[in-house]
Nanobody, 116 residues
Framework: QVQLVESGGGLVQPGGLLRLTCTASLGIIGFYTLAWYSQVPGKPRELVASITDIGITSYADSVKGRFTISRDYSKDSVFMQMNSLKPDDTAVYYC??????????WGQGTQVNVSS
């Protein structure tokens, strides 16, 4: 069974940047959807960004122009470049992958804290 492992989270000041990486143990070829979700305590997981197998990307309105999702098949990884970070971006970020429009495999999450 494929496993997703996220990395790159941490503490950053407002206006700073982070790059999240999600690596799949069995590769990312074959997944229709690769996505990043965020979750804060007491709230449901929310879609932040997604990319399809043909490279179509989608973003939550709150991150448009600041976050960029990308993938590299040679590295079996999907990335999210997070620029101009805001305190409201503080959350646990999860990588997800699916064979259709829904996510069927999740990573363990990586914490992002944006604070001065």
């Amino acid at each position: 069974q494929v496993q997703l492992v996220e990395s790159g989270g941490g503490l950053v000041q407002p206006g700073g940047l982070l790059r999240l990486t999600c690596t799949a143990s069995l590769g990312i070829i074959g997944f229709y959807t690769l996505a990043w979700y965020s979750q804060v305590p007491g709230k449901p997981r929310e879609l932040v960004a997604s990319i399809t197998d043909i490279g179509i990307t989608s973003y939550a309105d709150s991150v448009k122009g600041r976050f960029t999702i990308s993938r590299d098949y040679s590295k079996d990884s999907v990335f999210m470049q997070m620029n101009s970070l805001k305190p409201d971006d503080t959350a646990v970020y999860y990588c997800g992958a699916g064979f259709d429009g829904s996510v069927s495999v999740w990573g363990q999450g990586t914490q992002v804290n944006v604070s001065s």
